[in-house]
């Protein structure tokens, strides 16, 4: 149940700010954009003016590579107490092909009450959520203790360098807790699939397509290592079943190149190289290291029977499979603020990916709950919202939560 003061608290969000602020972020275009230079920067400095006008303190801005940027704020009560972050992303994938969007990328056009456009829901409305929540805290007169710390992070799309470079500089720390605000319907995710990403080179000889065998063709050895991996992603799946959050373990070639750039196919060549990258997906129980010793031997394996068969494999990312438990404080607090915001059970579930909160889980130990706006299926999607309602909602139960957490639930 909440308390007067509590309702006094939430009262005070300014839902129709939080609507115009997830519109402006959305029509900030902070795709990477290697093509034209474009990045985060503008977002970046579009949300460090808006601190500094809305909440008048400055915040602090660290380069991770030129022209992509972290910011972080910390709103110190003066009284000892926990360390409460909120983390969310600046960068958004590329909209693709403009033309099959019905609304446009980033328009932000407001239709049958939702927002759309690229990142509306992965997570400019998350960004805004953390804004707009910590703004009305600090605004509220409300009493709280601790420190409530906004990491608003680059580059989680790709590498994760910008919450690595977060955490290098200390600024994770002193941390207890951290609300991720990616889009999961407000459901509460208390676990996050583990990834390996793979960059495999299947090396040959070219040659004239009317006489392949003066050379040594990559794709036929490519096709091969394809099923093989495909047979171990059944034997993982057998090995390890379905977890109760996340689902499956998979195996997934997503891109295949032969030849690579900057050579061009050619119809009557066979290329003397092919590339594939690899998205490994792994669940409670997996170990990464048992993974890369099985995918070693089925290439030798191959290599045996084909003495013309030659690979390099190349670990681009390994993120580790992370969760908590339900009981844990900054979990527990979030619960019960769902349930008295919304007069239901909460939902629990796993984050089918991973996020900037498995790093500072991985490496720092920090609980990480993920529990924003947006429908967990959109991203990265064609014509991308979040539903305004839902929102709102997230806002109540994230300030709710932050209030509680930072004073000690007394439940």
Same mark, same amino acid.
């Given at each position: 149940?909440?308390?007067?003061?509590?309702?006094?608290?939430?009262?005070?969000i300014d839902k129709s700010?939080?609507?115009?602020?997830?519109?402006?972020?959305?029509?900030?275009?902070?795709?990477?954009?290697?093509?034209?230079?474009?990045?985060?920067?503008?977002?970046?400095?579009?949300?460090?003016?808006?601190?500094?006008?809305? &909440?008048?303190?400055?915040?602090?801005?660290? =380069?991770?590579?030129?022209?992509?940027?972290?910011?972080? &704020?910390?709103?110190?009560?003066?009284?000892?107490?926990?360390?409460?972050?909120?983390?969310?992303?600046?960068?958004?994938?590329?909209?693709?092909?403009?033309?099959?969007?019905?609304?446009?990328?980033?328009? $932000? +056009?407001?239709?049958?009450?939702?927002?759309?456009?690229r990142g509306s829901c992965?997570?400019?409305?998350?960004?805004?959520?953390? !804004?707009?929540?910590?703004?009305?805290?600090?605004?509220?007169?409300?009493?709280?203790?601790?420190? !409530?710390?906004?990491?608003?992070?680059?580059?989680?799309?790709?590498?994760?360098?910008?919450?690595?470079?977060?955490?290098?500089? /200390?600024?994770?720390?002193?941390?207890?807790? #951290?609300?991720?605000?990616?889009?999961?319907?407000?459901?509460?995710?208390?676990?996050?699939?583990?990834?390996?990403?793979?960059?495999?080179?299947?090396?040959?000889?070219?040659?004239?397509?009317?006489?392949?065998?003066?050379?040594?063709?990559?794709?036929?050895?490519? $096709?091969?290592?394809?099923?093989?991996?495909?047979?171990?992603?059944?034997? !993982?799946?057998? $090995?390890?079943?379905?977890?109760?959050?996340? /689902?499956?373990?998979?195996?997934?070639?997503?891109?295949?190149?032969?030849?690579?750039?900057?050579?061009?196919?050619?119809?009557?060549?066979?290329?003397?190289?092919?590339?594939?990258?690899?998205?490994?997906?792994?669940?409670?129980?997996?170990?990464?290291?048992?993974?890369? =010793?099985?995918?070693?031997?089925? &290439?030798?394996?191959?290599?045996?029977?084909?003495?013309?068969?030659?690979?390099?494999?190349?670990?681009?990312?390994?993120?580790?499979?992370?969760?908590?438990?339900?009981?844990?404080?900054?979990?527990?607090?979030?619960?019960?603020?769902?349930?008295?915001?919304?007069?239901?059970?909460?939902?629990?579930? /796993?984050?089918?990916?991973?996020?900037?909160?498995?790093?500072?889980?991985?490496?720092?130990?920090?609980? #990480?709950?993920?529990?924003?706006?947006?429908?967990?299926?959109?991203?990265?999607?064609?014509?991308?919202?979040?539903?305004?309602?839902?929102?709102?909602?997230?806002?109540?139960?994230?300030?709710?939560?932050?209030?509680?957490?930072?004073?000690?639930?007394? +439940?």
């Amino acid at each position: 149940m909440l308390n007067s003061e509590e309702k006094h608290l939430i009262s005070l969000i300014d839902k129709s700010e939080l609507v115009e602020l997830t519109r402006s972020l959305v029509q900030i275009d902070s795709v990477i954009r290697p093509e034209t230079g474009n990045t985060e920067h503008k977002a970046v400095l579009f949300i460090a003016d808006w601190i500094r006008r809305e &909440l008048g303190m400055e915040p602090e801005i660290d =380069e991770v590579l030129p022209g992509r940027e972290n910011i972080i &704020l910390t709103i110190d009560s003066g009284k000892e107490g926990p360390v409460l972050m909120l983390e969310g992303h600046t960068d958004v994938v590329s909209e693709g092909i403009r033309e099959r969007w019905k609304h446009a990328p980033f328009g $932000a +056009e407001i239709d049958n009450n939702k927002i759309y456009g690229r990142g509306s829901c992965d997570m400019k409305a998350g960004v805004a959520v953390n !804004l707009i929540t910590a703004k009305t805290l600090l605004t509220s007169g409300v009493s709280f203790k601790g420190k !409530l710390v906004l990491g608003i992070i680059c580059d989680e799309e790709d590498l994760m360098l910008g919450i690595q470079d977060f955490i290098k500089r /200390g600024h994770a720390d002193d941390v207890d807790a #951290c609300l991720v605000s990616e889009p999961e319907e407000n459901q509460l995710c208390i676990s996050m699939k583990g990834a390996l990403r793979i960059k495999l080179t299947v090396n040959g000889k070219m040659a004239h397509g009317a006489m392949p065998l003066t050379g040594i063709n990559p794709n036929t050895r490519l $096709a091969k290592i394809i099923t093989a991996f495909e047979t171990y992603e059944t034997s !993982l799946k057998e $090995a390890f079943g379905e977890d109760e959050y996340l /689902g499956w373990p998979s195996v997934t070639f997503t891109v295949i190149q032969s030849p690579p750039p900057p050579e061009p196919p050619q119809l009557n060549v066979m290329p003397g190289k092919a590339v594939a990258y690899i998205d490994i997906r792994t669940v409670p129980g997996q170990n990464h290291e048992k993974i890369k =010793e099985d995918l070693a031997a089925i &290439l030798e394996d191959l290599q045996k029977r084909d003495k013309d068969f030659d690979t390099d494999i190349e670990y681009l990312a390994d993120k580790p499979v992370v969760y908590m438990k339900k009981d844990e404080p900054i979990a527990a607090v979030s619960a019960r603020a769902y349930t008295d915001i919304t007069g239901k059970e909460p939902v629990y579930n /796993g984050v089918p990916g991973a996020t900037d909160g498995t790093y500072l889980r991985a490496l720092k130990g920090i609980p #990480c709950l993920v529990n924003g706006p947006g429908p967990r299926h959109i991203p990265h999607q064609t014509d991308e919202y979040v539903d305004i309602p839902e929102l709102e909602e997230s806002a109540e139960i994230y300030l709710l939560t932050m209030y509680r957490f930072l004073n000690g639930d007394k +439940e």
